[in-house]
């Protein structure tokens, strides 16, 4: 199994090379890495050579498909099909999904730099892939039975099944498990009642992972499951898509269960009672990927203030050369290199094994900040003109503001960051 996902995988690369080389020699331009070298030793990757082809291929698809599909997403609300279908052959929907289930398998570290690369563009398009590589898929990859595994993932490394997680409800947000939606136990089913609120990619979702109410007596996070609902299943149904702040072309929507019935072989891992922690294990990665976009975007925004400032002239010569505007830019430069920098350390240390609970909070707080003071120093450099939408930096100043809120508030970072610190020092 694992020599054909190791030959599987080898193939896709060597298939990725020769697109590369096509697109090459279509554009007249020589075949070479425009991924930036890292400057350090990158110690859990294994492969280095197929990793720098995937993130090179990554860097062009960005570049050559997705960037010049920006605003037409931001106008229709859609991305189009031929670009969900390119996501799909390029492997996307499964980065971080085992090899042995069709994925490419990548290590935390390979999917942060992953991550640099998909996010220099609109966040949409990381969020159509990132519920399958992240919070959609990771709750059967951690605590699903072999049965769950088999049967699941393949479709959603494919892209075939879109995946979605749904976890905050209309009463219940930063604190998740006060959650109420229940699931009561009838003969080899559940029956799941409740509304789950603002859930990433619920309209084009095939199934959801959805946290719910085993057992009534115990409030709080001890009473929670997890379990696998399909799309089509009686009594499951979705709200109108919210009209959101940014992220045009991501969609989110409330989910509906109504006397839903669900097998009982779809309860996560075969147990009950353990499905907050399922939730949180499967946050503490979802906040070190939300940090390394964190990163990409900010990376995109300080590039698009630095081409602006460097043409446009006032007072005689081009801003940048002006100190204040220079400040700006140095400052941003110092804190996207910061956060860089957390989330390889970060990422590394998830590789090593060792609990990044603390550390993913770090990094999900300092990131996401981070870049919303980046977008905020980007519409300065723009000036009137990054308050028009003629520029990419308007847009990214609205999209970057849920960077802050979802996946856990700043202030949900700072309680799990204070509280973690407090019980090792009682330890
Ligand atoms: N990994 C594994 N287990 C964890 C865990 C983690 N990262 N974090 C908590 N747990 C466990 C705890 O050990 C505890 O288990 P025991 O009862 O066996 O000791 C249990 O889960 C409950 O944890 P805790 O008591 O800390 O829960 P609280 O209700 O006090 O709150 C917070 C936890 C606030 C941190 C949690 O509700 C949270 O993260 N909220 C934000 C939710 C969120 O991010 N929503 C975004 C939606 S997804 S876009």
Not at 293 to 314: S, W
């Amino acid at each position: 199994m694992h020599g054909k996902a190791g030959i599987d995988r080898v193939r896709s690369y060597c298939w990725l090379k020769r697109r590369l080389r096509v697109m090459a020699e279509d554009d007249n331009t020589t075949f070479e890495t425009d991924v930036p070298d890292y400057g350090w030793e990158i110690s859990m990757i294994r492969d280095q050579e197929t990793l720098n082809i995937l993130l090179d291929s990554l860097a062009r698809f960005v570049r050559e498909r997705l960037m010049p599909a920006e605003e037409h997403v931001a106008e229709t609300d859609a991305i189009p099909y031929d670009i969900v279908n390119e996501m799909r052959e390029l492997g996307l929907f499964g980065l971080s999904i085992p090899e042995e289930f069709g994925g490419l398998g990548l290590t935390m570290e390979e999917e942060a730099l992953a991550a640099f690369e998909i996010a220099r563009t609109s966040p949409c398009f990381r969020s159509l892939i990132g519920t399958n590589n992240g919070i959609g898929s990771q709750g059967i990859i951690v605590d699903g039975t072999p049965a769950q595994k088999e049967y699941y993932l393949p479709k959603l490394a494919s892209g075939e099944l879109i995946a979605s997680f749904a976890l905050t409800e209309p009463g219940s947000g930063s604190d998740a498990a006060s959650l109420s939606t229940t699931a009561t136990r009838d003969g080899d089913h559940y029956v799941i009642n409740g509304t789950k609120r603002f859930i990433t990619n619920a309209p084009e979702a095939g199934m959801f992972t959805v946290m719910a109410r085993t057992n009534p007596a115990v409030k709080g996070a001890g009473g929670i499951s997890a379990f696998i609902v399909e799309k089509g299943t009686p009594g499951l149904s979705l709200g109108k898509i919210d009209k959101k702040m940014g992220q045009k072309g991501a969609h989110t929507s409330d989910v509906i269960f109504e006397n839903c019935r669900v097998p009982a072989a779809n309860l996560i891992g075969g147990v009950e009672g353990v499905g907050f922690k399922t939730a949180m294990k499967v946050l503490d990665k979802g906040r070190l990927h939300i940090a390394a976009i964190c990163v990409g975007v900010a990376e995109r925004m300080l590039e698009d203030a630095l081409r602006y400032a460097m043409e446009r002239k006032q007072f005689g010569k081009p801003i940048a050369e002006f100190q204040l505007i220079q400040a700006l830019l140095a400052d941003s430069k110092a804190e996207i290199y910061a956060a860089r920098s957390m989330v390889l350390d970060a990422a590394r240390r998830r590789d090593n094994k060792e609990d990044v609970s603390t550390l993913a909070s770090c990094c999900k707080m300092f990131a996401s900040e981070m870049c919303g003071r980046v977008a905020d120093r980007a519409v300065q450099i723009h000036g009137g003109a990054g308050y028009v939408s003629d520029y990419a930096i308007e847009r990214f100043y609205r999209d970057v503001r849920l960077f802050r809120i979802y996946e856990g508030t700043t202030q949900i970072q700072q309680i799990v960051i204070a509280r973690n610190m407090m019980r090792d020092f009682a330890s």
